[in-house]
């Protein structure tokens, strides 16, 4: 069965609420609401195809515009690829040219929406950020909190706390101070123990490797509406994050790093291939700044994380 090319958009406007549009009732998924967009006519550029569908169905003009994620996914009639752009600049003023209800929604009132199975990995890279922070493994308590109070204000929207140095009862006294700062501000992934899920309810959790190959087979372990990541390596470790059915996943090392030397840098060609084949948000890590999410972007990824070049100085 031939795949489908579709040019789809998440379409920003200045209060950071994001346009969706409903499906006609007569047409595949009818009813359902989605992301923007239309058919890549053979040949098209996609950047083409998705300023002309924009401006067929919505009355608008494309001016600012960065690749978001790829999605492949198999309806049993139908097979589809979802080349979906962050749309960030626009002209003119959105309607349903055809027709078609709209609505502009917050990113967190996205879960509100019933969407095709295929949007629902555009659901997450529309909530997520560029640039994901780790905390450093080095700092006291008291320093590591500081300067996560520093990030938060600064305007970071996604943290994994990361304190392998501490022993467990002193990280889950960490854990529940970092879960008071980011209340409101970002959204915090913890580590360590599936038994210590049901005491961070607010949190989200970030699975090791390790996690992942010894629970992938059980499936997600607590319901969509938390954050489930994953640390990954390879496509065998990616494969596993997918069937566990995680929302993002860190992919490392990109390049070269301190904190592991020991480690085969992937390069940014082969985690472009990594990329290609999976479904969900990525980050890259290893290596990478803040100044590499646009070039993270054209491999396919969600953006970065990172550590020392993200931590506040």
């Given at each position: 069965?031939?795949?489908?090319?579709?040019?789809?958009?998440?379409?920003?406007?200045?209060a950071g609420?994001i346009l969706?549009?409903?499906?006609?009732?007569?047409?595949?998924?009818?009813g359902?609401?989605?992301?923007?967009?239309?058919?890549?006519?053979e040949?098209?550029?996609?950047?083409?195809?998705?300023?002309?569908?924009?401006?067929?169905?919505?009355?608008?003009?494309?001016?600012?515009?960065?690749?978001?994620?790829?999605v492949?996914?198999?309806?049993?009639?139908?097979?589809?690829?979802?080349?979906?752009?962050?749309?960030?600049?626009f002209?003119?003023?959105?309607?349903?040219?055809e027709?078609?209800?709209?609505?502009w929604?917050?990113?967190?009132?996205l879960?509100?929406?019933?969407?095709?199975?295929?949007?629902?990995?555009?659901?997450?890279?529309?909530?997520?950020?560029?640039?994901?922070?780790?905390?450093?493994?080095?700092?006291?308590?008291?320093?590591?909190l500081?300067?996560?109070?520093?990030?938060?204000?600064?305007?970071?929207?996604?943290?994994?706390?990361?304190?392998?140095?501490?022993?467990?009862?002193?990280?889950?006294?960490?854990?529940v101070?970092?879960?008071?700062?980011?209340?409101g501000?970002?959204?915090?992934?913890?580590?360590?123990?599936?038994?210590?899920?049901?005491?961070?309810?607010?949190a989200?959790?970030h699975?090791?490797?390790?996690?992942?190959?010894?629970?992938?087979?059980?499936?997600?372990?607590?319901?969509?509406?938390?954050?489930?990541?994953?640390?990954?390596?390879?496509?065998?470790?990616?494969?596993?994050?997918?069937?566990?059915?995680?929302?993002?996943?860190?992919?490392?090392?990109?390049?070269?790093?301190r904190?592991?030397?020991?480690?085969?840098p992937?390069?940014?060609?082969?985690?472009?291939?990594?990329?290609?084949?999976?479904?969900q948000?990525?980050?890259?890590?290893?290596?990478?700044?803040?100044?590499?999410a646009?070039?993270?972007?054209?491999?396919?990824?969600?953006?970065?994380?990172?550590?020392?070049?993200?931590?506040?100085?």
């Amino acid at each position: 069965m031939k795949r489908i090319h579709v040019a789809a958009a998440v379409i920003h406007d200045a209060a950071g609420r994001i346009l969706l549009a409903r499906r006609p009732e007569d047409k595949h998924q009818g009813g359902l609401w989605e992301f923007p967009g239309g058919k890549v006519e053979e040949g098209e550029p996609v950047e083409v195809a998705l300023a002309r569908e924009l401006e067929e169905e919505l009355g608008i003009r494309v001016e600012r515009a960065s690749p978001l994620i790829q999605v492949n996914h198999d309806y049993p009639d139908k097979h589809v690829l979802l080349d979906v752009w962050d749309v960030t600049a626009f002209a003119g003023e959105p309607h349903g040219a055809e027709g078609q209800p709209l609505a502009w929604v917050t990113p967190r009132e996205l879960g509100d929406y019933e969407f095709p199975a295929a949007n629902r990995p555009i659901v997450h890279a529309a909530r997520l950020p560029r640039q994901y922070l780790i905390t450093p493994d080095d700092l006291e308590p008291a320093a590591l909190l500081k300067g996560l109070r520093a990030a938060l204000a600064s305007g970071v929207r996604l943290v994994q706390l990361r304190a392998p140095n501490l022993y467990s009862p002193e990280y889950r006294d960490l854990a529940v101070d970092a879960v008071g700062l980011c209340a409101g501000k970002a959204q915090l992934m913890l580590k360590g123990p599936l038994e210590w899920l049901g005491d961070f309810p607010a949190a989200g959790w970030h699975l090791t490797a390790e996690q992942l190959r010894k629970y992938a087979a059980h499936g997600r372990p607590f319901p969509k509406e938390r954050w489930l990541a994953a640390s990954c390596h390879s496509a065998e470790e990616l494969e596993l994050a997918d069937r566990m059915g995680v929302d993002f996943v860190t992919l490392s090392p990109v390049q070269a790093t301190r904190t592991h030397p020991e480690a085969s840098p992937l390069g940014w060609d082969a985690a472009r291939e990594l990329i290609a084949g999976f479904n969900q948000p990525v980050f890259l890590l290893g290596g990478v700044g803040p100044d590499d999410a646009e070039r993270a972007g054209r491999v396919g990824a969600q953006g970065v994380a990172g550590i020392r070049a993200f931590w506040p100085a």
